[in-house]
């Protein structure tokens, strides 16, 4: 039988890692843009993430609420930091994580699939928001689920 489209799950689990995790620690290649935000105002939702503009002409945009604060970024990277794994199970958390910026690098996929299946639904207990501990837990298990 001819497969004209085969999606590889483990690279399907590694953008939305990477997509996920640069729109909450706001890093990377994030999809809450300027452009992202414009298409809200034109489709009147979410009044208050529309941009501001400024007087210069430029635009800023508002903090949203799934943004983390400061604080809740550094507790999840000192978390991944502090995490120990067995050899060959991934690699290891501690080299992926820069406290410099606060983010993730160099994540290959299996290391994405390791972090959303397993280590993500852990360290995001410290989040405020209890809907967004809800909807990034249950789309970590539907990742679980599936592979």
């Given at each position: 039988?001819?497969?004209?489209?085969?999606?590889?799950?483990?690279?399907?689990?590694?953008n939305?890692?990477?997509?996920?995790?640069?729109?909450?620690?706001?890093?990377?290649?994030?999809?809450?843009?300027?452009r992202?935000?414009?298409?809200?105002?034109?489709?009147?939702?979410?009044?208050?993430?529309?941009?501001?503009?400024?007087?210069?002409g430029?635009?800023?945009?508002?903090?949203?609420s799934?943004?983390?604060?400061?604080?809740?970024?550094?507790?999840?990277?000192?978390?991944?930091r502090?995490?120990?794994?067995?050899?060959?199970?991934?690699?290891?958390?501690?080299?992926?994580?820069s406290?410099?910026?606060?983010?993730l690098?160099?994540?290959?996929?299996?290391?994405?699939?390791?972090?959303?299946?397993?280590?993500?639904p852990?360290?995001?207990?410290?989040?405020?928001?209890e809907?967004?501990?809800?909807?990034?837990?249950?789309?970590?298990?539907?990742f679980?689920?599936?592979?």
């Amino acid at each position: 039988m001819e497969v004209p489209h085969a999606i590889d799950a483990m690279h399907v689990q590694k953008n939305v890692f990477e997509s996920l995790m640069a729109t909450l620690m706001e890093t990377g290649k994030s999809k809450d843009g300027l452009r992202s935000r414009k298409d809200m105002v034109q489709l009147n939702v979410m009044r208050e993430l529309w941009p501001v503009q400024q007087d210069n002409g430029k635009y800023s945009l508002p903090a949203a609420s799934f943004n983390l604060t400061l604080e809740e970024r550094r507790a999840i990277c000192n978390f991944l930091r502090g995490v120990r794994v067995p050899t060959g199970f991934s690699a290891n958390p501690k080299k992926l994580v820069s406290m410099k910026d606060l983010s993730l690098t160099y994540c290959k996929a299996h290391d994405c699939h390791v972090m959303l299946t397993v280590f993500l639904p852990i360290a995001i207990r410290a989040i405020k928001p209890e809907f967004l501990k809800m909807a990034i837990t249950r789309m970590c298990y539907f990742f679980s689920k599936i592979s």
